[in-house]
């Protein structure tokens, strides 16, 4: 499959996506610089979410709309005022979108109902993203599927059966172009947390849908694992500095962060090659660093090959070292130094 000109599979390197969210901290001027440093970074995309605090929640205190987890990030915040400070205005979208063509990279969101979606319809977009708590929101996932494009969809918390549901919506809605992605809806989420086993479970699983990872974990060491295990798309969060603070700051990474990420899973993709044994081109010259037969005292035509003429040392331009006991007793057929390979010539 494709986003945009951009192969996405195991024979191409990992597409990897900058996750705006609410890091713009609601400066336009900051989400370009944003842009701007995930291009650097070698992100493949940089990615948005579209949405207000009206079309997410109610604008109310009541029991289920405060966040009473102690230990989450935004423990005590109303689910409302944490939309609008997190939300990327509408009017931003097409000054970003424009920034990342500038830079030679996609730009594409997550929608959060029908309005979000026709508008990014409206933008063109690359691609879209069902958010993990929007994977089981079929009515939605109908409609975005309708419209035409690739679907990446985070699957945290998500059983077999919810994906099930979720990508047979999506191709009855006309979508055949869709990637699932790993997830674990922990912020930060723990590497003990990420199962990137169950990435090969995914792509056996859903045949004709690519499979990725969307990693809340901090560092690239659970993104290359994955790649490692047929991920062929990872999203980080990503902002400036994470001193800089923001919704999402805390678990985002920076940009030499990312640029690192870039790096290590290129690495982990260009290490993954095929099944394959015995010496290839690059290795031919390290055969010489293997043990082999060699003369190790000075021997005379006819005589007779023992322990103390006969070593198994480096290098490796010799008879192989299984063949000691074989030539043990047998006559040399012509003069040999000290330090002359033994061949099947040498003892005629």
Not at 79 to 86: K, V
Not at 179 to 189: D, F, G, N, Q
Not at 324 to 344: E, L, Q
Request: hydrophobic letters at 40%; charged letters at 25%.
């Amino acid at each position: 499959m494709k986003i945009g000109n951009r192969e996405i599979g195991l024979g191409h390197r990992p597409y990897l996506i900058a996750e705006m969210s609410g890091n713009h901290n609601q400066s336009l001027d900051r989400a370009l610089e944003i842009v701007d440093a995930a291009a650097r970074s070698g992100a493949d995309a940089i990615k948005l979410q579209t949405y207000t605090a009206d079309t997410m929640t109610l604008n109310i205190r009541a029991p289920g709309f405060v966040i009473d987890d102690k230990e989450s990030l935004w423990a005590g915040r109303q689910l409302y005022e944490l939309y609008q400070e997190a939300h990327t205005p509408w009017e931003w979208h097409k000054p970003i979108m424009e920034r990342a063509a500038s830079h030679g990279i996609h730009c594409f969101s997550t929608p959060f109902d029908d309005t979000a979606t026709d508008f990014l319809s409206s933008l063109d977009v690359y691609a879209f993203k069902i958010a993990s708590f929007e994977c089981t929101d079929l009515p939605l996932i109908r409609k975005v599927a309708a419209a035409g494009k690739p679907m990446i969809i985070s699957t945290g918390m998500a059983t077999l059966a919810e994906i099930d549901d979720a990508v047979r919506t999506a191709r009855q809605a006309g979508c055949e172009d869709i990637v699932l992605l790993k997830c674990t809806s922990t912020y930060p989420a723990t590497p003990q947390n990420t199962n990137v086993l169950t990435i090969p479970h995914l792509r056996e699983a859903f045949p004709g849908c690519e499979v990725g990872l969307s990693d809340h974990t901090m560092g690239c060491g659970a993104a290359a694992a994955a790649v490692a295990h047929g991920a062929v798309l990872i999203e980080k969060h990503f902002t400036l500095r994470r001193s800089d603070g923001g919704v999402d700051s805390s678990f985002s990474l920076e940009p030499e962060e990312f640029l690192q990420l870039r790096v290590e899973t290129e690495r982990a993709w260009q290490s993954l090659g095929v099944v394959r044994y015995g010496m290839q081109p690059a290795e031919e010259k390290s055969t010489a660093f293997r043990r082999s037969l060699y003369i190790s005292r000075d021997v005379r035509a006819g005589d007779v090959l023992s322990a103390e003429n006969v070593r198994i040392i480096r290098p490796g331009f010799g008879l192989p070292p299984k063949f000691y006991d074989v030539v043990i007793g047998k006559r040399v057929a012509r003069d040999a130094p000290v330090g002359t390979p033994v061949s099947w010539e040498l003892i005629g």
